[in-house]
């Protein structure tokens, strides 16, 4: 039932980006409206269904992003004060960043947005592993092995449910983007497992069940790195986690589930 309406959903997706497109080519031949070229319309059509999504879905620390890719289209159309790409791009990314810090959990994790046509996009709750880009633009890398999974995020947001019977080790690594790995569903190997993290200018949480212990040996230069002190101070004998690596101009945090 869920693979079907997630199919349905993609199916209205793309017939409204379609017709979206086909009306802003139209719109070029009637006056009373700006010119565009085929891609800008195309662009300018999936940025729409977008902000439409993230709108009636309340996911709100996307938004920055079909946001950003319509005022760059329509800027000089419309006589906008105009900005260009690189620093749009960045602005757009930070913005992406501090709203997923700071807003509700609610607000971040709200709905999904899929685009299901082959493998070239997906939607921002993955539970496979594979790698390309989503649906929001992120570049992700995503390591099919559960005992040693590998996450890579690049420009994007990604909510990860891990799942293994022994986990060893697992490789986070999020720059101008956003990762949430839960490892309420993993049981670490005899001997603990091993988390390496890097993040530079975006934010990594990462949930972990209430009774492991977790080391915290993370760097952070010019950013954060907070790990539950109830977690710290569990006994030695507990299932334990040791997270190490370095954060810079990000946020690290751990938390009980």
Request: hydrophobic letters at 45%; one cysteine or more; charged letters at 15%.
């Amino acid at each position: 039932m869920a693979g079907k309406t997630k199919s349905n959903y993609s199916k209205l997706a793309w017939g409204i980006t379609f017709l979206l497109i086909a009306a802003l080519i139209l719109s070029n031949y009637f006056g009373g409206f700006v010119e565009l070229g085929v891609w800008s319309m195309i662009i300018a059509a999936l940025a729409l269904v977008i902000l439409i999504h993230c709108i009636a879905s309340l996911s709100i620390s996307p938004l920055p992003l079909p946001l950003a890719a319509l005022y760059y289209i329509f800027q000089v159309p419309l006589g906008l004060p105009q900005i260009q790409f690189w620093p749009l791009a960045l602005v757009t990314v930070l913005v992406m960043c501090g709203l997923f810090i700071l807003l509700p959990h609610s607000f971040r994790k709200k709905g999904q947005f899929v685009f299901a046509v082959g493998d070239s996009m997906r939607g921002c709750d993955n539970v496979g592993g594979r790698g390309g880009r989503d649906g929001s633009g992120a570049e992700i890398e995503d390591g099919v092995d559960d005992d040693n999974p590998h996450i890579n995020v690049r420009f994007g947001s990604l909510s990860r449910y891990l799942h293994s019977d022994c986990l060893e080790s697992a490789e986070l690594l999020c720059s101008f983007g956003a990762i949430e790995a839960y490892f309420d569903h993993v049981t670490l190997s005899p001997n603990g497992a091993n988390v390496y993290v890097n993040c530079s200018f975006g934010a990594i949480e990462i949930f972990v069940p209430g009774n492991w212990r977790v080391i915290n040996e993370i760097s952070a230069s010019l950013g954060n790195a907070e790990v539950d002190r109830r977690l710290e101070s569990a006994p030695v004998d507990s299932p334990t986690l040791t997270i190490t690596g370095s954060v810079s101009l990000g946020s690290i945090e751990v938390r009980r589930v």
